[in-house]
């Protein structure tokens, strides 16, 4: 997980977008932190993530990445601890699910899903 700027912390900011590989194992925690914070989690086909990772040749704390049976398992790690996540907070956890192989992100940023995302981090004042 990435540091938060000050401004961020203060509430300045309505959305934090952070996409690092082990954001996950940090789910708990940033629900403790944040009791208003909502997560969307955006879970891609099996094959297209773990090859895009194993060909990412990532330098350091990503070890999992440089064998394809540990990225496997990673990947279903991930599934198992964000599904067990959703079952104890489902308002506050947006499963998100994109099965087609490939996609980009402007597919994304410019689709129907884009539009369930934000909907669903909408922030009242």
Same mark, same amino acid.
């Given at each position: 997980?990435?540091?938060?700027?000050? +401004?961020?912390? $203060? %509430?300045?900011?309505?959305?934090?977008?952070?996409?690092? @590989?082990?954001? *996950?194992?940090?789910?708990?925690?940033?629900?403790?932190?944040?009791?208003?914070?909502?997560?969307?989690?955006?879970?891609?086909?099996?094959?297209?993530?773990?090859?895009?990772?194993?060909?990412? +040749?990532?330098? $350091? %704390?990503?070890?999992?990445?440089?064998?394809?049976?540990? @990225?496997?398992? *990673?990947?279903?790690?991930?599934?198992?601890?964000?599904?067990?996540?959703?079952?104890?907070?489902?308002?506050?956890?947006?499963?998100?699910?994109?099965?087609?192989?490939?996609?980009?992100?402007?597919?994304?940023?410019? %689709?129907?899903?884009?539009?369930?995302?934000?909907?669903?981090?909408?922030?009242?004042?």
């Amino acid at each position: 997980m990435r540091w938060l700027s000050l +401004n961020e912390v $203060k %509430g300045e900011n309505d959305r934090i977008v952070d996409k690092h @590989l082990l954001d *996950f194992v940090f789910v708990g925690l940033i629900f403790l932190m944040f009791p208003h914070a909502r997560i969307v989690h955006t879970i891609r086909n099996l094959l297209d993530t773990c090859l895009s990772c194993f060909l990412q +040749n990532f330098t $350091k %704390g990503q070890d999992y990445s440089f064998d394809l049976r540990a @990225l496997g398992q *990673f990947y279903n790690d991930n599934r198992r601890l964000m599904s067990y996540s959703k079952s104890l907070s489902p308002s506050r956890l947006l499963l998100t699910v994109i099965r087609r192989v490939g996609v980009r992100f402007s597919d994304i940023l410019f %689709g129907s899903v884009f539009e369930v995302m934000l909907g669903f981090t909408a922030v009242s004042r």
